[in-house]
Every structure is written in C-alpha cells, then in structure tokens.
C-alpha cells in the first residue's frame, strides 16, 4: 500500500511537473536596448569619476604632508611632530570618511543607483509578469545571470517580446 501510494504521489508531481511552462529573458540583452538605461549608467560613471577625484585629491594631499613631513622631522620638536602627524592621520581619516561616504556599502553611490534603476527595473518585472500572466509561464529565468543554464531553446526567450512590451523596438 505504501508503494502505491507513494507511486501514486511521484505520478502527480510527475504530471505536474510537466504542465508547468518555463520562458527566458536575457536582461543583459534587454537592458542594452533601453536607452534609459545606457543614460543611467553614464550618469553614474559621470558622478562615480568626480567623487572618486575628490577622494584621490585628499589622498594626495594627506600624501604631500606626509613627504613634508619626513623632509622636515629633523627640524622638529616632539610637539610639533606630534601636530604634525596628527594633520596626516585627520587628512587620511578624511580621504577615508569620504571614500565610505561615496562608495559605502549604502553610500551616495549605491543610493543614486538605486534611484536611477529601480524604476527601470520595475517596468521591465512588469512587463515580464504580465507576459508571463498572458501566456501561463510559471516561471520565468535570466538566461544572462549564472543561473546554471546549459542549453536553453531560443524559442522560449521572451526578451524581444518584453522590449516590444516596454515599447522598444529590435534591429
């Protein structure tokens, strides 16, 4: 009785398996074809390069004090060694802060692209879910992610459709 049962129970899931319809995207694909997107991302390679000038300026700076320093440690006092390296250590910790401040984990940088590509994110989802929706795809893959894909059949790549949907058109 319980191999019938359990027989019975593969055969459904089996069965079920089966019923279920799969599509793939390739988003890096997409993307490449929403200009938006190319815009964002210059906008952000603009920002990334003028706040990564800032850090390298105080970098520089905190780099020129320390060779100054070392020119003139002979000449020194105790005390005025000790300002001294305290001004390299508070320009470093500045070139530092600022670094974190720009590039951190939740910095300036990460917010910025974060209000630059959601809202290109959630319109491709919702063209996505609602191709999915209107065909009875249960799920749907990124075929440019390391998904672990081998072969998939370009027959069931909805990416040209999801551009068609967002109003994009395909050379």
């Known amino acids: 009785m319980k191999k019938f049962i359990l027989m019975a129970v593969m055969l459904v899931a089996s069965l079920s398996m089966h019923a279920q319809k799969y599509a793939l995207v390739d988003m890096e694909y997409i993307l490449s074809h929403v200009p938006a997107y190319e815009r ?3 906008q952000l390679n603009q920002v990334s390069k003028k706040w990564q000038a800032e850090v390298e300026a105080l970098n520089t700076e905190a780099s020129t004090m320390y060779k100054n320093y070392q020119n003139e440690v002979v000449f020194l006092s105790q005390e005025q ?5 305290e001004e390299i250590m508070k320009k470093e910790k500045e070139a530092s802060d600022l670094k ?3 590039f951190g984990p939740e910095g300036e940088l990460f917010k910025k692209r974060e209000s630059l590509m959601s ?3 959630d319109e491709i989802f919702n063209a996505v879910k609602e191709i999915s929706e209107l065909r ?3 799920m749907v893959l990124d075929r440019a992610s390391n998904a672990g894909i081998v072969f ?3 027959k069931i790549d909805i990416s040209n459709e999801v551009l068609d949907k ?3 058109s395909v050379n």
């Open 100 to 102: 974190r401040k720009y």
């Open 119 to 121: 809202p290109i994110q």
């Open 40 to 42: 964002a991302n210059e």
């Open 81 to 85: 060694k000790k300002a001294k390296q």
């Open 136 to 138: 009875g795809y249960s």
């Open 166 to 168: 967002l109003g994009y």
């Open 152 to 154: 998939a059949s370009p």
